[in-house]
DNA sequence: ATGTTC
């Protein structure tokens, strides 16, 4: 048998691209990697593994805990990690989804082509920047009172098309139709509240950004031809979350969740991954809220769908239906859902944990919207600035290797003190601007710490997905500008 | 990720 010594943690190989942790001490269930060995390389070096193995210490973890292939350390899970936890039985951990709930990435299509905006790089990225709101703290595109804000937390993008900024097609083409049901403003703090005011509609800093991009490598013609995708068709990727309000949340929750479940917090390996027991007030307060800060992030990707809208027609002199900007579809990478999966014991309802990955579910799902039913979701894939972002469609083995869920991203390879210290941001900057690749960011050290060099290879992460069947490549997609925070 | 330090 293949093994990958990884420092005192051993990985035992089960097939290609598929490495486990059996389970010892408190581990409830074996720990999984999905990777290429030279993923699982980069993957070892840091506190990755060793936080999966401490997650399946999680009381009611099912089947396995998994790293996906762009895995790498976060706050007590690792990101790229997913966990299947008994919804009835289990638990539900704030740290196992994130911080930034429902940080996601959606993508418009237009039926623009390259030479219709090569020579205007500049122009478009000027005009992005200047109408969409980056960087950290506030300024959003709209600004609201506290009930503004809880309409958006109760409606999502219901609340947008009612609005205006919003038609019914965008509805159609969100997960979940852009509304949780099981949201409850009523569970988000006052605090969280007012931190959102005047953040709706921002894209925020650190790794967000909007980037105009171009397909440039279609995989699956059938496939692509069901999404609306084709060779040299210009589309644009909105990657943000919920902001200072997501923050406030899972912060909130994680302070209570450690005061009030104290005695299973003792039997974790890690402060960290401080878990409300299934069905107690604060597992269900938790999960309200949660669903509550996903219809804030989602909110907040229409309002920049709907800036985006207005600066193509300014720029290219045609309405945003003339240029055909319809939604792809939008993606959620941190959040956790009740999903019915199979298991050992039967069906079973899960909170399927999804921290730095994405739900990929086949065609057939009835969470799948009925435009890609028959085919599979849109499974959309951003990797750095330079490197360019995929769009899969959910593989038909999901559902039984990993909770029907891939990966999220190329990953990073290193922190973002130790990219600034590698990196100068106007000097990566002028690199990307010689591959044609033009980038405007509020902060030079923004993107110093985004370099392309401090990610993993994309490539190299959609094509375990795609061999493993749990996330099949469509078309491939290069930038053409990006704005940042 | 984040009013970038609970």
Redo the contacts with the bound molecule.
Sequence with gaps: MTTFDAGGITLHKVREHVWEIPPEGGMRVPARVFASERLLEEIAEDKTLQQLKNATHLPGIEKYAICMPDGHQG?GFP?GGVAGIDAENGCISPGSI???IN?GVRMLKTNLEYDDVRGREEQLVDALFEAIPT????GGIVEGDRGTVEAALESGVEWCLEEGYAVESDLAHCEDEGRRPDADPAAVSD?AK??GRN?MG???????FLEVQRVTDVFDERIADAYGLEAGQVVVLIH?????L???V??DY??EIEQAHGGLLSQLPDKELAAAPAGSQLAEAYYGAMCAAINFAWVNRQLITHRTRTVFEDVFGASWRDLEMELLYDVAHNIAKKETHAVDSGEKELYVHRKGATRAFPSGRKEVPEAYRDVGQPVIIPGSMGAGSYVLCGGAESLDVSFGSTAHGAG?LMS?TRAKNEYWGEDVQEDLRDREVYVKAQ?G??IA??APGVYKNVDEVVRVSDELGIGDKVVRVTPICNIK?
Excluded at 135 to 138: I, N, P, Q, S
Excluded at 240 to 244: A, E, K, L
């Design positions: 706050y990101v994130g911080y930034d940080c960087g950290l703290g506030g605090k007012d931190r953040q921002s894209l925020g800093s650190g790794n967000h943000c979350g919920s902001r200072g997501g923050h406030q899972c912060n994680l302070r990073r973002r902060s050290a923004t710490e985004e925070g």
